[in-house]
């Protein structure tokens, strides 16, 4: 389904405008019409513009916020159409498509293809969620189990942004102080040197040249970061190229094992949700492999899937179409075998976590003097490559 955006007239003769969504103009036309309004432009919405804006105004701490809001209301005894419209009321990205849900689950359509329809605003996992309280008709449970998701996924965002905090200030830093040498300090001791007509040291040659052709590495870093973004924008343009860019992505020393734990950790903790909430495996497997941000794995896990549907064991299947670690399979396997899959999936998941958590704070740990190391090393190169013709003048006055 695509976007429409519209101006309509009330019959009192207000002008209107909206958005939504439809397979064709026709079709919103028939709806403005079917609630009393006079359509005067309807047009498509570019998907490109939508997914931009999709991106800048909606996050993993909106959705958060939202399914916690949502359990108060109906924790209190408030039903689900009078708790999203109590919701509403908020002027935000958010609000807005709710109320189209909730117009959507007035006019007679279920809650979770209300949600589903809003397509790139509510998760796969959040709606799966509510199609699955839908169902087994306790709402509640499987909302609060999605929000234990939530805490755990946002928790790890926040541990590993922390992380992260000192490698980017001191990356800034040594930009900062790279830039300052290069464009103030470098030409005034060339310029010098010229001058004094003296022979340079091969170092302080190097330190010359690159301030002489700086236009040409600017361009050619320039031209390079360009190239970079292209074959990126191509690779994630098909299935294929998204599904390469992520093998390449996990053949990365260092950081590909950490992209592989947070994949196996969003796919456990998908499933553990999923099973928790009493989805079929099958399903569940279908729905967390499709959370996963990483296509390479999804598409192995097609192959699982297919497996399982003959009736094979999922733990195996897992160790011998993915990467997926021997421990962890072996770990499913006992709970396939005791019936007490979910609970093994749940530790597992948390296994997964743990790991993330010792890994997050051995890189940061160890980025910190690795950095600090470069930044010395290159900014002591330049003031000794800088100096070492003043002290070859030195030696020859004495």
Known sequence: MDEYTYEAYNRQGKKLTGVELGSASQEIESMLLARGLMPKKIRKRSRLLRSLILQKRTSDLDIQIFNNELISLLTSGIS????IAILCDDNTFL???LLRVLNKVKSGMSLSLSFRTEEGVFPVLFVSAIEIGENSGDMLTSLKSYQKHMERVLD???KIGNALVYPMFLLITFSIIITLLFVYVIPSFVEMYDDLEIEMPVATLWLVAIVSNGYVFVVVIVL???GLFWIFKYMKSSKNGRIAFDRVKESIPIYGHIYRLITFWQFTQSLSVLLRSGESILNSLRVASSVVDNHNFSFCMEKVIKRVESGEKVSKCLVEETEYPKKSGKIMSIGEESGEFASM?????LNFSSELDDEVKKISTLVE???MLLIGGVVGFVIVSLYLPVFG????LG
């Open 95 to 97: 609000a807005k498509h």
């Open 224 to 226: 390079s970061l360009v």
């Open 393 to 396: 003048m030195v030696n020859v």
């Open 156 to 158: 790890l965002k926040r």
């Open 369 to 371: 003097p690795v950095m």
């Open 345 to 349: 999936i749940e530790s597992v998941s």
């Open 80 to 83: 689900i159409p009078d708790a």
